[in-house]
């Protein structure tokens, strides 16, 4: 492992967000946004099994066969998110009642799967561990954001963007935003993204 | 085909293994993780105020001990929930007990019945008199997700249903359909199941005085 996997992996919840750049994970970013605590349970809740998932697949994978990678990553993460079901209705049952139909299909999540085939089956432990914090991190901020405009709109009577519909819009205008912003950070800070 | 066969045997026995540990990890985790109670906090002692007022503010009510729960024998209500539901999520989750003002001796189950889907089910403060009969019901909780049932029935039915059921000591889900021209079948099976086992639990305690 160099200092340059370490960086990125660190600074990928920015710079790769899941959300705003990668666009994985629509279906619960869309559901769940709708509050601020439901939309910050859920990207806790995703953020915990993409580390844990990231370490496990990453501590297995010169044990796994290439044959039966998809499904052992599945059941990986399918276990952590059990765990994480079991943890919240048992201690947050106030939340689970809120987001209890969405934590079953963290195991779908695309940030999920995508982290672990494309980053902690092929880096080291620590490394993997980063990258699931740090991406973790960047889904908790992105869908947190898009839970408070969304929630904020609704408090001002605008009805539209607490429903599904009303979520796709303002996570165009954010998403757009977004990426306006880091090209203008990239530009110049371009030295600096090349190192 | 020597190598192919090695190869499946290796992924075999890779996933079995995993398997066998995720396994492990859930079984411990079934084991030592908390599972949720229903306690008598104060949000519960609110709408046990609403179904049978005290004259009080839910605060006063819930500091003064107004309410209480009574202590179920775990395996005794398990029992019960399995010789009584009628499907997997129907179940009593607890009963509380009015023990001071106008309503003392009046009960109040706490159960909860299948909606739309398992995950999520729709749970009822059921209030019965001292003769077991339905005095009021509530809904604690409603988390239906799929379109076209969020509300439906429970919103735009429910008051309906309350005049329905009071004072009734069994209940079927076709009289619901009847009586409150509901359409979300099930919500109100969810509904019918949920207050019939309540109504079970109620007659239960009244014939052994306050026990299961």
């Known amino acids: 492992m160099n200092g340059k996997t370490l960086r990125n992996a660190a600074l990928g919840g920015i710079l790769n967000n899941p959300v705003f750049v990668l666009v994985l994970g629509m279906c619960p970013t869309i559901a769940q946004s709708n509050s601020i605590i439901n939309a910050f349970g859920l990207g806790c809740a995703t953020a915990v099994v993409l580390v844990f998932s990231n370490i496990a697949i990453s501590l297995l994978r010169k044990v796994i066969p290439d044959k039966v990678r998809l499904p052992a990553y599945i059941v990986i993460i399918a276990t952590f998110v059990t765990i994480v079901q079991m943890v919240i209705s048992g201690f947050l049952p106030e939340l689970y009642a809120s987001i209890s139909s969405f934590i079953p299909l963290i195991v779908v999540n695309c940030i999920i799967l995508g982290r672990a085939e494309s980053f902690a089956s092929k880096n080291s432990v620590l490394a993997s561990a980063v990258d699931g914090l740090s991406m973790g991190i960047g889904f908790i901020l992105s869908i947190t954001l898009l839970g408070a405009i969304r929630q904020g709109l609704g408090a001002m009577g605008l009805s539209l963007f607490v429903q599904p519909a009303g979520g796709f819009i303002v996570l165009g205008f954010v998403m757009a935003l977004f990426n306006c912003l880091m090209g203008i950070f990239k530009n110049r800070h371009k030295t600096l993204m090349e190192a | ?212």
């Open chain 2, 1 to 212: 085909m020597k190598n192919s066969t090695k190869s499946t045997l290796k992924s075999v026995l890779a996933m079995s293994v995993i398997s066998v540990v995720c396994v492990a990890v859930l079984a411990f985790g079934n084991a030592f993780i908390p599972k949720y109670k229903p306690t008598l906090d104060l949000k519960t002692a609110t709408m046990i105020n609403e179904l049978l007022p005290t004259g009080l503010d839910a605060q006063t009510a819930f500091d003064n001990g107004y309410f209480e729960m009574l202590e179920l024998d775990e395996k005794k209500l398990a029992d019960f929930n399995k010789n009584n539901r009628a499907e997997p999520n129907n179940k009593v989750l607890a009963v509380y007990k009015v023990v001071k003002g106008d309503y003392s001796g009046y009960t109040v189950v706490e159960a909860q019945g299948q909606g739309y889907s398992g995950n999520d089910p729709i749970s009822l403060l059921t209030a019965f008199d001292e003769g077991a009969a339905v005095f009021d019901v509530k809904v604690k909780s409603q988390r239906e997700n799929s379109p076209g049932t969020n509300g439906i029935f429970l919103d735009k039915n429910f008051d309906n249903f309350r005049k329905f059921i009071k004072g009734k000591t069994d209940v079927g889900a076709s009289d619901i359909e009847a009586t409150t021209g509901a359409t979300s079948k099930y919500s109100i099976k969810g509904v019918a199941n949920t207050v019939k086992i309540s109504m079970q639990m109620a007659a239960a305690l009244n014939e052994n005085g306050g026990k299961l």
